[in-house]
């Protein structure tokens, strides 16, 4: 498989970079993939798309300090997971609106209407790029700024700036 992987690789540092991550991570970018789809070959699939995420990002990746690489791995290959999951699972258990109209009560329709923009704004957050993605989920998870700028490699002021990116990101999505 990483002779696969290699051939989209252009130079031989690049190379030797991902033969590196590859060999020394995928058990961890398994793992993490198997505790989000509870399936093996989902999980396989997911580090599959991880692994070519990372071939796109192999100039940007810092591989000096192995804790901050292995929590952004973990991080990369679980945001990558859930997209690999959304991308397969398209929206087919999804409910249509015939029949929503048809069972819909009155009284819930306050609770329809929040899950409306919950879907929305959850549909915002998955096209938005990882660079804010990523520090805007830690965030609402509870990690603190300095926490999600450690974890990524950034300065605090860089984390702050991205959180607040992405939040303009989802109110424009809401007011537009």
């Known amino acids: 498989m990483i002779s696969l992987y290699f051939s989209l690789i252009e130079t031989d540092e690049q190379r030797e970079t991902f033969r590196s991550l590859y060999e020394n991570y995928y058990g961890l970018m398994y793992h993490t993939a198997l505790s989000v789809t509870h399936d093996r070959q989902l999980a396989e699939d997911a580090v599959h798309e991880t692994c070519l995420r990372i071939i796109e990002l192999i100039d940007t990746i810092r591989t000096e300090d192995k804790k901050q690489l292995a929590a952004y791995l973990r991080l990369l290959t679980r945001s990558r997971t859930i997209d690999y999951l959304r991308s397969r699972g398209g929206r087919e258990d999804a409910c249509p609106a015939e029949e929503i109209e048809a069972i819909a009560d009155p009284r819930q329709e306050d609770v329809f209407l929040t899950g409306q923009l919950l879907e929305q704004a959850l549909g915002q957050l998955a096209a938005m790029p990882e660079e804010y993605r990523i520090p805007l989920t830690l965030q609402v ?14 300065t605090e002021g860089a984390a702050k700036t991205r959180i607040h990116r992405a939040r303009q990101m989802l109110r424009r999505s809401f007011e537009g």
Request: aromatic letters at 8%; zero cysteines; charged letters at 20%.
């Open 141 to 154: 998870k509870g990690y603190t700024i300095r926490e999600i700028a450690q974890t990524l490699g950034l």
